[in-house]
């Protein structure tokens, strides 16, 4: 087994869709290197359902897309980074097709699905619910005909190293278990999300948010840390993962109905089911709250939809439903919300530069500012296609600095035996965020919840595996969005509390930014 290399010209971090566009981007001008922690499966993208945005239908416009993401951003978006995302988006996903993407048709017609707060039908699927994969596995197939990509499995990368003020390089615990050092002319941080900081979250494994933690600690600016949002509808059941019951299922008609079987929706928001999704989670909550039943939760009830048409338009979520014994088309499901995406991440600009030289973000790991306070579904993928590929152009530009020699000795290190002590640390970490920094805040909660991962701090202090690296890196996430959203004395988007309802426009029409110990609005 050969090791990573010592040097490339681009560092991509992350092999989700929004790494891989942007390494399709840059092969032409250099060495490519795609390092993905786990398998290339084991991402947000691969489990992305739904689909991808894109004004692309007869009667739709660009402009009622931009219209739909701004409104569901609650004033928060950077109206330019809006911009730049619903106009990109039909070409790049023509790029797409013409890689072989096979999104679901009618005839040869592209069949566009409607998901929540979407004025129009405008939500490309494929596979029926199976988008992120299909996305996946065609930009992979794409990268391996471009001989400059290598990507690389198992690869973890622990920390950028910056010389004279710029990014020049990563530490990584290589597919060995040995500690190295690669040097890049420029690095991209494609890590994805950090759902893994919740005690529930739809997200995989291996979103432990690593990029932004790195990239934080390295001195970048990071910003809207206090927007995560929660999806209203994910699978509960005892000893069932938090499997997403995808916003398209609204989309086609479902219900959502309280324990005692009523509709709720209609008495939250004239949206009804379809309302953004902040709204519906935190619907969802106030309904268990007022249950008065030991381990609550909602139905989602597809059973009035014709069955043949719903397994063939969710063919995943039929199936994965059966193994618990859940028939959709018959059965109402059991669901509570759970963490699903970051809003924000490693702030940057419209071409995918952070505030540190040397050093770029796309996808769910950066902050563009495109979704504001709350993210409009089925725009992430396209944010990880239409930024990947631009910061690829941006980064082009670094090959003026040319990589270090960097092939340091290599040492090996210990990639397990699973550690007790950093996996309870870990779930402390997840209970306290779900509990006090989750749905709905206070400042009361949120302080006990700073105050406890201060406590904490020691604990995942001086890392030396994988695992407790990503301990590490969900205990400075964690503090960040604690932070951030003690900050916020305001309830805006996805980031509600109790204490401070309403909106205050005056103070908080602004991007939270953190930077060591401070955070300011800009
Ligand atoms: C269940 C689910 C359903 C979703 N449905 C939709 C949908 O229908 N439509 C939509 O638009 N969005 C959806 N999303 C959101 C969307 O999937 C993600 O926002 C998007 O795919 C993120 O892409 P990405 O490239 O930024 O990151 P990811 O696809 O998460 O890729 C991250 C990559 O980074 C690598 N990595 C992470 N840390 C390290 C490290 N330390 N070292 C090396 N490699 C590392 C990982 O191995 C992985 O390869 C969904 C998300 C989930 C979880």
């Given at each position: 087994?050969?090791?990573?290399?010592?040097?490339?010209?681009?560092?991509?971090?992350?092999?989700?869709?929004?790494?891989?566009?942007?390494?399709?981007?840059?092969?032409?001008?250099?060495?490519?290197?795609?390092?993905?922690?786990?398998?290339?499966?084991?991402?947000?993208?691969?489990?992305?359902?739904?689909?991808?945005?894109?004004?692309?239908?007869?009667?739709?416009?660009?402009?009622?897309?931009?219209?739909?993401?701004?409104?569901?951003?609650?004033?928060?978006c950077n109206p330019e980074?809006?911009?730049?995302?619903?106009?990109?988006?039909?070409?790049?996903?023509?790029?797409?097709?013409?890689?072989?993407?096979?999104?679901?048709?009618?005839?040869?017609?592209?069949?566009?699905?409607?998901?929540?707060?979407?004025?129009?039908?405008?939500?490309?699927?494929?596979?029926?619910?199976?988008?992120?994969?299909?996305?996946?596995?065609?930009?992979?197939?794409?990268?391996?005909?471009?001989?400059?990509?290598?990507?690389?499995?198992?690869?973890?990368?622990?920390?950028?190293?910056?010389?004279?003020?710029?990014?020049?390089?990563?530490?990584?615990?290589?597919?060995?278990?040995?500690?190295?050092?690669?040097?890049?002319?420029?690095?991209?941080?494609?890590?994805?999300?950090?759902?893994?900081?919740?005690?529930?979250?739809?997200?995989?494994?291996?979103?432990?948010?690593?990029?932004?933690?790195?990239?934080?600690?390295?001195?970048?600016?990071?910003?809207?840390?206090?927007?995560?949002?929660?999806?209203?509808?994910?699978?509960?059941?005892?000893?069932?993962?938090?499997?997403?019951?995808?916003?398209?299922?609204?989309?086609?008609?479902?219900?959502?109905?309280?324990?005692?079987?009523?509709?709720?929706?209609?008495?939250?928001?004239?949206?009804?089911?379809?309302?953004?999704?902040?709204?519906?989670?935190?619907?969802?909550?106030?309904?268990?709250?007022?249950?008065?039943?030991?381990?609550?939760?909602?139905?989602?009830?597809?059973?009035?939809?014709?069955?043949?048409?719903?397994?063939?338009?969710?063919?995943?979520?039929?199936?994965?439903?059966?193994?618990?014994?859940?028939?959709?088309?018959?059965?109402?499901?059991?669901?509570?919300?759970?963490?699903?995406?970051?809003?924000?991440?490693?702030?940057?600009?419209?071409?995918?530069?952070?505030?540190?030289?040397?050093?770029?973000a796309a996808g769910e790991?950066?902050?563009?500012?495109?979704?504001?306070?709350?993210?409009?579904?089925?725009?992430?993928?396209?944010?990880?296609?239409?930024?990947?590929?631009?910061?690829g152009k941006t980064m082009?530009?670094?090959?003026?600095?040319?990589?270090?020699?960097?092939?340091?000795?290599?040492?090996?290190?210990?990639?397990?035996?699973?550690?007790?002590?950093?996996?309870?640390?870990?779930?402390?970490?997840?209970?306290?965020?779900?509990?006090?920094?989750?749905?709905?805040?206070?400042?009361?909660?949120?302080?006990?919840?700073?105050?406890?991962?201060?406590?904490?701090?020691?604990?995942?202090?001086?890392?030396?595996?994988?695992?407790?690296?990503?301990?590490?890196?969900?205990?400075?996430?964690?503090?960040?969005?604690?932070?951030?959203?003690?900050?916020?004395?305001?309830?805006?988007?996805?980031?509600?509390?109790?204490?401070?309802?309403?909106?205050?426009?005056?103070?908080?029409?602004?991007?939270?930014?953190?930077?060591?110990?401070?955070?300011?609005?800009?």
């Amino acid at each position: 087994m050969e090791s990573a290399p010592s040097r490339t010209d681009f560092l991509v971090i992350g092999a989700g869709v929004a790494g891989l566009r942007a390494a399709v981007e840059l092969a032409g001008a250099g060495t490519v290197l795609v390092l993905a922690k786990r398998e290339v499966t084991e991402s947000n993208t691969q489990w992305a359902q739904g689909g991808i945005a894109a004004a692309l239908s007869d009667e739709d416009e660009i402009s009622l897309h931009l219209q739909d993401t701004l409104q569901a951003g609650d004033s928060l978006c950077n109206p330019e980074a809006a911009k730049v995302l619903v106009e990109d988006a039909p070409r790049r996903i023509d790029e797409l097709i013409q890689w072989g993407t096979e999104f679901d048709r009618r005839g040869t017609k592209l069949t566009f699905g409607r998901e929540g707060a979407h004025s129009r039908n405008r939500i490309l699927h494929a596979h029926g619910d199976s988008t992120g994969r299909e996305i996946l596995r065609a930009l992979y197939a794409k990268s391996k005909t471009l001989k400059n990509i290598s990507v690389r499995e198992f690869e973890f990368s622990t920390d950028l190293i910056v010389e004279d003020g710029r990014v020049c390089g990563i530490h990584l615990i290589n597919e060995r278990g040995e500690k190295q050092q690669t040097s890049a002319s420029a690095v991209l941080l494609a890590t994805g999300g950090m759902g893994q900081l919740y005690r529930n979250t739809t997200n995989p494994a291996v979103a432990t948010g690593d990029g932004v933690a790195m990239a934080y600690r390295a001195g970048a600016e990071i910003s809207d840390m206090e927007f995560i949002q929660f999806h209203p509808t994910a699978l509960y059941l005892k000893n069932a993962p938090r499997f997403l019951l995808s916003e398209a299922l609204r989309g086609e008609g479902a219900y959502l109905r309280n324990i005692e079987l009523n509709r709720f929706m209609p008495k939250y928001h004239p949206m009804g089911e379809l309302a953004p999704r902040d709204v519906v989670a935190r619907a969802i909550l106030h309904e268990l709250e007022v249950s008065q039943v030991k381990d609550p939760f909602v139905y989602l009830d597809l059973t009035h939809l014709d069955p043949e048409q719903v397994k063939k338009r969710f063919p995943r979520i039929y199936a994965t439903c059966m193994e618990f014994n859940i028939d959709i088309t018959a059965d109402m499901i059991p669901i509570r919300p759970a963490a699903h995406y970051a809003m924000g991440g490693v702030r940057t600009d419209l071409v995918g530069r952070c505030t540190l030289p040397g050093l770029y973000a796309a996808g769910e790991a950066a902050a563009t500012g495109v979704h504001g306070a709350n993210r409009l579904a089925s725009n992430s993928l396209l944010e990880g296609l239409v930024f990947g590929a631009r910061a690829g152009k941006t980064m082009l530009d670094e090959l003026r600095h040319p990589p270090a020699r960097a092939a340091k000795s290599h040492r090996a290190v210990s990639n397990g035996p699973v550690d007790t002590a950093t996996e309870e640390v870990i779930r402390e970490v997840q209970d306290l965020m779900w509990r006090d920094v989750g749905i709905v805040r206070t400042g009361t909660g949120l302080k006990a919840a700073i105050e406890q991962l201060h406590r904490l701090a020691p604990r995942v202090a001086h890392p030396q595996t994988r695992r407790a690296h990503e301990a590490h890196n969900l205990h400075a996430l964690g503090l960040l969005v604690a932070r951030s959203a003690l900050a916020r004395e305001e309830s805006r988007g996805a980031h509600y509390r109790t204490d401070f309802p309403v909106h205050d426009d005056a103070k908080f029409l602004k991007h939270s930014m953190a930077k060591g110990d401070a955070i300011r609005f800009a």
